[in-house]
């Protein structure tokens, strides 16, 4: 089922994303992209990654005198972030770390998802070409694509080459004639997807923690068992701590960084949908937050119990958890291809409990 266009792309004369893209050009964007995204690649760009974890940690040891001041965690996550996809895209920092504040180009992609959620808001109930007049006079969805422009003019420029998460489609742009605009767009999409999401699932995972020292405690003495100094701490190494990842798993449970939205289109003449026949054009989704949430597929779905995760699916069903609903990178040919780098959220993890805690 093809995704539906009042999610995806509300504003008509905006370029196609690997987002909205039809099945045939994102599964060769997709290709493009891998690479990037691949193991090898991962290990490569993992020195960048602790270089900016290092930072966090530093910042916040001066900022809040060892752990004696409170902090909002939750900006720090996202300046984490945002500096390391800032990286991987750009090959440049936003400076967030260092300056301890946002980028100005964050706050106005943060206006514009905002300003954006109210467009799909208004394209669902029918006012579509009012949108259309509305978005030509969005001064932050100007200024976001201005600050993107500026920035891929700056990546592009660079030379050799960069096993970052944008050389594939930079490799591309020439034999498949990809505009600008449409590079430009889909930076954006990456830097979205690869920041926020990620430090969502921190700051949730730290609430939930905070409010749960008996699990934080034993996370704590899981971590600082394992090794014998920070110098063992790698990208590998930190997804042997089971139970950090099963800590990390609920935590996407309960506090999904996407939790709908992925919505398609049912095709002409109808579909079968779990058994029910749907007729066409209706809109239809997964709902991560409800899968999340219900009795049918989680014992006690509100508790935050990381435990359900070190069992077996055998195991786990019977006691009435089906793990295999957790779908936190949605599933198919259109899963999220940055799944992997779910082992930075366990990396920055790994270090925040380990050097502050």
């Known amino acids: 089922m093809t ?14 994303t690997i987002l909205s893209l039809n099945r045939e050009d994102h599964s060769k964007f997709r290709r493009a992209l891998s ?32 752990g004696k001041k409170r902090c909002n965690l939750e900006a720090w996550y996202n300046w984490t972030t945002f500096d390391v996809v800032g990286d991987l895209v750009f090959g440049q920092s936003f400076h967030c770390l260092e300056n301890i504040d946002y980028h100005p180009w964050i706050e106005s992609i943060f206006k514009s ?10 394209t669902y ?13 969005g001064s932050s969805l100007r200024r976001a694509r201005q600050y993107t422009r500026n920035m891929l003019n700056v990546r592009l420029a660079m030379e050799g ?12 742009r020439d034999e498949w004639n990809i505009s600008f605009e449409m590079l430009t767009a889909n930076a954006f999409i990456l830097v979205i997807a690869g920041s926020e999401t990620t430090a969502t699932t921190l700051s949730g995972a730290t609430s939930l923690l905070l409010s749960h020292p008996d699990i934080l405690e034993k996370l704590q003495r899981e ?33 999904p960084p996407v939790m709908a939205g992925l919505v398609r289109t049912v095709p002409r003449g109808g579909e079968q949908i779990a058994g029910r026949y749907v007729p066409e054009g209706t809109l239809v989704e997964v709902q991560q937050w409800s899968i999340n949430h219900s009795k049918d597929n989680w014992n006690d779905p509100w508790a935050f119990q990381p435990e359900r995760f070190l069992a077996t699916p055998e195991a786990a069903a019977k006691d009435g958890d089906k793990l295999e609903s957790l779908q936190p990178f949605s599933a198919g ?9 779910d082992r930075i959220a366990s990396f920055s993890d790994f270090f925040v409990y380990n050097k502050v805690t």
């Open 333 to 341: 040919p259109r899963n999220c291809i940055g799944r992997k780098y």
């Open 223 to 255: 971590v600082r068992s394992s090794f014998k100094s920070a110098d063992e701490i790698t990208i590998t190494s930190v997804n042997k701590l089971h139970y950090m990842l099963a800590v990390l798993n609920e935590a996407l449970r309960l506090y």
């Open 113 to 122: 998802v905002r300003f954006s959620a109210i467009m799909i808001a208004l």
């Open 35 to 66: 690479h990037g995204f691949s193991d090898s690649a991962l290990r490569q760009q993992e020195p960048l990654i602790a270089k900016y974890i290092d930072l966090l940690i530093s910042r916040l040891h001066e900022e809040y005198d060892n």
């Open 125 to 137: 109930i029918g006012l579509g070409e009012l949108v259309q007049i509305i978005a030509k006079c």
């Open 3 to 16: 995704k539906a266009k009042t999610f995806t792309k509300p504003i008509r004369d905006r370029p196609e």
């Open 161 to 172: 080459k960069r096993d970052d998460l944008f050389e594939g489609i930079a490799k591309k």
